[in-house]
Nanobody, 120 residues
Framework: QVQLVESGGGLVQAGGSLRLSCAAS????????MAWLRQAPGKEREFVAA????????DYADSVKGRFTITRDNAENTVYLQMNSLKPEDTAVYVC?????????????WGQGTQVTVSS
């Protein structure tokens, strides 16, 4: 069992930066691939970024490549999403998720989400 709690969201101007954190409970955190997804009002949830259980491999949506960076600290049971050069279209609820396999976009555990609002 893994419980996930996100933090770090907020209101930022376009061009600014935010760092999201996702703290996980449970001793099996390091066995899971971790991902960030987001859902904007009136839109479907979409994949943002993922990181392999060992941190060596990452994957990004085309819309965030070069601006967002996902990392993890298995000693601290935490995954991060550094978001730079934010755009108004990045406004969404960001959710972290844990899944057994990196790259298959299937997740067993979900957080509650944190709101990110980017003003123009």
């Amino acid at each position: 069992q893994v419980q996930l709690v996100e933090s770090g969201g907020g209101l930022v101007q376009a061009g600014g930066s935010l760092r999201l954190s996702c703290a996980a409970s449970g001793r099996t955190f390091s066995r899971y691939a971790m991902a960030w997804l987001r859902q904007a009002p009136g839109k479907e949830r979409e994949f943002v970024a993922a990181v392999h259980w060992n941190g060596a491999y990452t994957d990004y949506a085309d819309s965030v490549k070069g601006r967002f960076t996902i990392t993890r600290d298995n000693a601290e049971n935490t995954v991060y999403l550094q978001m730079n050069s934010l755009k108004p279209e990045d406004t969404a609820v960001y959710v972290c998720a844990a899944g057994p396999l990196f790259g298959n976009h299937e997740y067993d555990y979900w957080g509650q989400g944190t709101q990110v609002t980017v003003s123009s």
